[in-house]
């Protein structure tokens, strides 16, 4: 059934808006695929914050008009799904990478973050970006190391002072 001219309107806003505020968008083709796998792809999408649409590619040009994934304008060809990271880049790639490698019919065909267009076999790096929760972590290590550092040295100082008096005692035990 073919959209009416305010329902089209409403897609490529709708999709706009989310593309405006996405970190990254992943495009694949679904063909083949049946409605249930298509049903789990989007349910765990959903669980990873990261939303996933079935545009048509000339409403999806313009929904990508204006935002950092103008780029993945000119390779919108075919069927095609669009998933767009909401909280973290990498949430998007991890999900179709995952899918991907469960259902053959279904293809990476390209990648977008910061406005950059990215082959699709760079998935990978993509996917293995942090999490929100695992950068804030790595950030935390870091920034506690110099300070758990200079700690143990400070305590060091007393410590060797303590062995030393305890081999010292333990010299003249001997010699008594």
Do not use: W
């Not at 808006?17 to 083949?32: D, I, L, T």
């Not at 695992?134 to 060797?160: C, D, H, W, Y």
Request: glycine fraction near 4%; charge should be negative; charged fraction near 30%.
């Amino acid at each position: 059934m073919a959209l009416s001219l305010e329902e089209k309107k409403a897609v490529v806003a709708e999709v706009s808006e989310v593309a405006k505020g996405a970190f990254s968008a992943v495009a694949a083709e679904y063909c083949g695929l049946t409605v249930e796998e298509l049903t789990n792809l989007r349910v765990k999408a959903r669980e990873d914050n990261v939303y996933l649409r079935v545009v048509k590619n000339t409403l999806a040009r313009r929904a990508l008009e204006g935002t950092d994934f103008e780029c993945m304008s000119e390779k919108l060809t075919g069927p095609l799904i669009l998933a767009f990271s909401q909280e973290d880049p990498g949430a998007a790639a991890r999900v179709t990478k995952d899918f991907a490698k469960a259902h053959e019919k279904f293809e990476v065909t390209m990648l977008s973050v910061g406005g950059e267009l990215l082959e699709a076999t760079e998935i990978d790096k993509l996917a293995k970006l942090p999490t929100r929760d695992q950068a804030i972590s790595l950030l935390m290590a870091v920034m506690l190391a110099p300070t758990e550092k200079f700690v143990r040295t400070l305590n060091e100082v007393p410590g060797k002072l303590v062995r030393t008096v305890a081999a010292i005692r333990e010299q003249k035990e001997q010699a008594a």
